[in-house]
């Protein structure tokens, strides 16, 4: 997962690191600054009593000795930026979003550029703090799903939309699969009466992981299958519904109007878009326009099992400014991943410089 984007912020990485090490490494001069604390002129000329001033007890002279020895540094833009050029072309290359990739490179300039910074035993922190605190800005915080239902009046109503084939009904399945295995009960709604063959397909997957599902022909109206399945889960007290739904573009009047009379019927409380994190800016772009159109609290990227370039994991939250709460990866029911900002972060920055 995200193998190409790791590589390459571990080469951004070691490429920052050395543009820092030259200034580190620079000889004495203009750049580097010796710190003299206020308190360096008392040890030239220690008091000679104790009515005539403070004594210095020999801890604190052992402290201002090391503070005068360490040399403070003030990065420059000119230091940095070529890496950061580097880092901006790595983002987009990878399929980052460029309103994305400027407030990374924003980010990590303004906790670089123009500070003070003490100069210890590495650089390397220095630039992965920086690269952490930058991108754990744009992931924004994730959802966590179990923590909202049980927060939640029963039933909870979940929508899943999306363009075709993207995954919507393998997440369906596997999301019954993860709640159920967390201890909530589940029924699905086979709100795809569209395409032929998706009921049973739903269907299939229901039998086997041993849940119920409400079902109408197909061709049926799937606003009337999800008030069905609705109605079933308040009337069994079922904790949450999970529905089902015919791919669509947003460019489609007719069925996002059909979307528009879902959402009046069965009254989601969450809407969740799914589209492919191998996609990249088009999943980007189609979860944009979802969201203006018919809204989206959530977001699940699948296949992130095959995306090199997570690029659309890096952007999506931050574009649309909603969370992103799972990630596919595989083809098996247990195969996704509630999706964690620092996990994921320490993932790709794991690994040497
Ligand atoms: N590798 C991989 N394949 C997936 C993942 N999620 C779904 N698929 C596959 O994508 C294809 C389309 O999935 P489907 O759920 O039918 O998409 P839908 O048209 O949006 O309902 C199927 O072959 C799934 O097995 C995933 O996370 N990883
Ligand atoms: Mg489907």
Redesign the pocket.
């Known amino acids: 997962m995200f193998g190409g984007l790791k590589e390459k912020l571990q080469a951004a990485r070691s490429r920052l690191g050395s543009s820092i090490q030259a200034v580190v490494s620079a000889p004495t001069g203009e750049r580097e600054q010796p710190v003299v604390p206020e308190t360096a002129a008392a040890e030239e000329s220690p008091a000679p009593s104790a009515s005539a001033g403070p004594v210095l007890r020999p801890t604190l002279v052992t402290k201002v000795r090391t503070l005068l020895i360490e040399r403070e540094l003030i990065i420059a833009d000119k230091d940095v930026a070529d890496a950061l050029s580097e880092l901006e072309l790595t983002l987009l290359e990878s399929d980052v979003a460029l309103p994305v990739t400027d407030a990374i490179i924003a980010h990590v300039r303004k906790s670089l550029v123009g500070r003070h910074r003490r100069i210890g035993e590495s650089v390397d922190s220095l630039v992965v703090d920086s690269l952490r605190a930058a991108l754990l800005d744009v992931l924004g915080s994730g959802f966590d799903l179990t923590a909202y239902i049980r927060g939640h009046p029963r039933p909870v109503k979940i929508l899943f939309t ?1 363009v ?8 369906v399945a596997k999301i019954a699969y993860y709640l159920k295995k967390q201890g909530f009960s589940v029924v699905i709604g086979a709100g ?1 009466t569209y395409r032929a063959g998706a009921i049973e ?1 739903i269907g299939v997957h229901a039998e086997r992981l041993g849940i119920r599902i409400i079902q109408h022909p197909e061709g049926g109206d799937p606003s009337a299958v999800l008030f069905d399945a609705v109605q079933y889960a308040a009337s069994h007290k079922i904790d949450v519904v999970l529905a ?1 739904t015919a ?1 669509r573009f947003h460019t489609k009047a007719n069925l996002m109007s059909q979307l528009g009379k879902i959402k009046r019927v069965m009254k989601p409380d969450l809407v969740v878009y ?1 589209d492919e994190a191998v996609a990249g800016n088009d999943a980007v772009t189609r979860a944009f326009e979802f969201d203006r159109t018919v809204g989206a609290d959530a977001v699940v990227l ?5 995306d090199s370039r997570g690029g659309a994991a890096i952007s999506i939250a931050h574009t649309i400014g909603k969370p992103l709460m799972f990630l ?4 098996a029911y247990d ?1 996704i991943m509630p999706f964690e900002p620092e996990k994921v972060v320490e993932e790709l920055l794991d690994g040497g410089a």
């Open positions: 999306g075709n084939g993207t995954g919507k009904t393998t997440t795809d397909q089902d791919g799914v699948t296949k992130a099992d095959m596919g990866v595989g083809q195969d």
